[in-house]
């Protein structure tokens, strides 16, 4: 999570979104960046809204911007499937090792996911709260070029983050069946990254 208090501006850390890259690449210019433990770098709108809202608009004229990234949601299950098959995950409960992207997409939909496929949801994680709380911007992750041009005009530098904390490349392929089971559970986070830039 990135805080600008001069410029009032929140860029939660999404999983699997580029976060990453983006705090690299800014952390000198925010005012504030979460970046330990993974529960605070990647602390979903419900926590912000919890524990970082009442701190930060305390330091802002205003309620501060929430602006996010989402990924399409295959390409994102598929970041997902292609992190947990790093060697250092070998052997643990969480590693998709043995385990191809339609299974990987099955055990996601399941209804007691297994360890390896238990990964959240976009739009849980960006759903908008009771206290009115919710995500003012979305960017596309696939679309990297509006949020370059809504970050240089707000916070007046051109920053283009370089790519990090990139998986290893594996086959996703999926069953039509599958996307289509998918597709259906899953629609909020569909219709989440379709109302993304618009």
């Not at 970046?35 to 501060?64: G, I, Q, T, V």
């Not at 598929?78 to 098959?85: A, D, E, K, L």
């Amino acid at each position: 999570m990135l805080f600008f208090a001069k410029e009032g501006l929140v860029l939660l850390s999404v999983p699997k979104t580029g976060t990453t890259a983006w705090q690299a690449a800014l952390g000198d210019r925010a005012s504030l960046v979460v970046r330990d433990p993974p529960e605070l770098k990647h602390a979903p709108l419900y926590r912000y809204n919890r524990f970082f809202r009442p701190m930060f608009e305390k330091f802002c004229d205003r309620p501060p911007e929430i602006v996010a990234i989402v990924r399409e949601p295959v390409s994102w299950l598929g970041s997902w499937f292609r992190y947990r098959r790093r060697s250092f995950l070998a052997g643990r409960p969480t590693s998709t090792e043995g385990v191809d992207f339609d299974g990987f997409v099955r055990g996601y939909l399941a209804e007691t996911p297994p360890p390896w496929a238990r990964v959240g949801s976009q739009a849980a994680f960006l759903a908008p709260r009771p206290n009115g709380a919710r995500v003012d911007r979305l960017f596309r992750y696939e679309a990297p070029e509006a949020l370059h041009a809504f970050l240089r005009e707000r916070l007046g530098t051109d920053v283009v983050p370089d790519r990090a904390n990139v998986s290893p490349q594996a086959p996703l392929d999926l069953a039509a069946e599958t996307e289509a089971a998918l597709r259906a559970r899953c629609a909020a986070d569909f219709a989440l990254w379709d109302s993304a830039g618009h």
